[in-house]
């Protein structure tokens, strides 16, 4: 069955670091998403792709970056960890005519 | 900018009993999406509403698109502990496929 798969699905860090989170999926799919989940605020859109080589920021990219060298991954990339970005990561891919968007499992970051 | 509002946020119902959860925003938008949450688990899609109109429903959860009115609902019929969950809207900024969500709303339902 197609899928999304993140790693890691836990991380601990500390303040500078350098994090990635890896996304890949097997649906083929154009469209790929980060997005992050914080109590009170829902889901944020952090970046987002609509294909190879094309990278667009969403509403909170500030400290955040991602790469689209291939359909499959969209690795999304924290340059120096704030505690600020102590979250649960959601990737999430949509299908094109519908939109409708298929998340993975969700990685949990810990900034110390 | 686009904003999506959900209400109420928290909800606690009786078994059997019927609710309604309702998901506002302030933008033009033909799209809406319904996502089911349980508890340190991922989203999984409920419902996709694509027109004015668009009615859905499946099980004992129904929604529904005014877009006039900027307005989708989502209807519990004599609910069940199994749907306690968070529920959360999603708008897509018409053309874009970028989704923006309400914050969600958690609902608990009571044997």
């Known amino acids: 069955d197609a899928e999304i798969t993140q790693s890691p699905r836990h991380k601990i860090t500390e303040t500078g670091r350098q994090v990635t989170l890896a996304c890949h999926q097997t649906?083929?799919?154009?469209?790929m998403f980060w997005y992050r989940q914080d109590l009170g605020h829902g889901l944020r859109l952090i970046h987002y792709s609509y294909g190879v080589q094309d990278t667009n920021k969403g509403e909170v990219s500030d400290g955040y970056s991602v790469s689209r060298s291939n359909t499959e991954d969209l690795p999304l990339t924290l340059e120096s960890a704030a505690s600020s970005q102590t979250s649960v990561y959601f990737c999430a891919t949509s299908r094109g005519h519908t939109g409708e968007l298929f998340f993975g499992e969700g990685s949990r970051l810990t900034v110390l | 900018e686009l904003k999506v509002e959900q209400n109420p946020l928290f909800l606690s119902m009786q078994e059997g009993k019927n609710y309604t959860i309702y998901c506002n925003y302030s933008t033009t938008s033909d799209r809406l999406y319904w996502y089911r949450q349980d508890p340190g688990k991922s989203l999984e899609s409920l419902f996709v509403l694509l027109s004015n109109g668009a009615v859905k429903q499946e099980g004992r959860l129904m929604a529904s698109l005014d877009t006039k009115a900027r307005l989708s609902t989502l209807h519990i019929t004599a609910a069940v502990h199994d749907l306690s969950a968070t529920y959360f809207c999603?708008?897509?900024?018409?053309?874009?496929?970028?989704?923006?969500f309400g914050t969600g709303t958690r609902l608990k339902v009571l044997a």
């Open positions: 649906w083929n799919h154009n469209n």
């Open positions: 999603a708008v897509d900024i018409t053309g874009t496929y970028k989704y923006i």
